[in-house]
T-cell receptor, first 113, second 114 residues
């Protein structure tokens, strides 16, 4: 089945540690996205990539980093510089033609204490 | 730049009653508009989308939405609520040209009372 996988589902880290969230897709989509979700705030764009080895900052990129070495993979690193990292993180992908519909993974809930 | 406003962070209806979730958008270019649904601790699932074809769009699970350019609205409706409709609903906009990423509203949590 085609889709997007995110792992792990739940992640716990101590303050000051970097942590990497995994996102893999087998939909053959060129574009991939990372969103952060906080209660009552909807989804906010962290980073996006439209082609391998290229990515762009979204609206809240500070304290995060990404890489896009393969078309299928777009890992997100939450660094110790991110002041409020506890959140639900969603990865999505889309094609570059057509109507911008995005397909979402199941999400990773990160808790930093 | 685009933005989305969802009126009402919480909506409660009785089972069998009409569901109406409101979404207003702003966009400097023709928009693509989407409604997504999210169940607790899960990702988002597409309900329906407007892509400049028919202004009345039908989606999954009996939902539909009407694009009204003059009112910059894209409200989501369902004639008869079911208990399984209880979830959080997000309206999103993307410009037909430029950045493909979606801009989301803050969401509306729908409760369905028996």
């Amino acid at each position: 089945d085609g889709g997007i996988t995110q792992s792990p589902k739940y992640l716990f880290r101590k303050e000051g540690q970097n942590v990497t969230l995994s996102c893999e897709q087998n939909l053959n989509h060129d574009a991939m996205y990372w969103y952060r979700q906080d209660p009552g705030q909807g989804l906010r764009l962290i980073y996006y990539s439209q082609i391998v080895n290229d990515f762009q900052k979204g609206d809240i990129a500070e304290g995060y980093s990404v890489s896009r070495e393969k078309k299928e993979s777009f890992p997100l690193t939450v660094t110790s510089a991110q002041k409020n990292p506890t959140a639900f993180y969603l990865c999505a992908s889309s094609g570059l033609a057509g109507d911008h519909e995005q397909y979402f993974g199941p999400g990773t809930r990160l808790t930093v204490t | 730049a685009q933005s989305v406003t969802q009126l009402g962070s919480h909506v409660s209806v009785s089972e069998g009653a009409l569901v109406l979730l409101r979404c207003n958008y702003s966009s400097s270019v023709p928009p693509y508009l989407f409604w997504y649904v999210q169940y607790p601790n899960q990702g988002l699932q597409l309900l329906l989308k407007y892509t400049s074809a028919a202004t009345l769009v039908k989606g999954i699970n009996g939902f539909e939405a009407e694009f009204k350019k003059s009112e910059t609205s894209f409200h989501l409706t369902k004639p008869s609520a079911h208990m399984s409709d209880a979830a959080e609903y997000f309206c999103a906009v993307s410009a037909a040209t430029g950045r493909r990423a979606l801009t989301f509203g803050s969401g509306t949590r729908l409760q369905v009372q028996p």
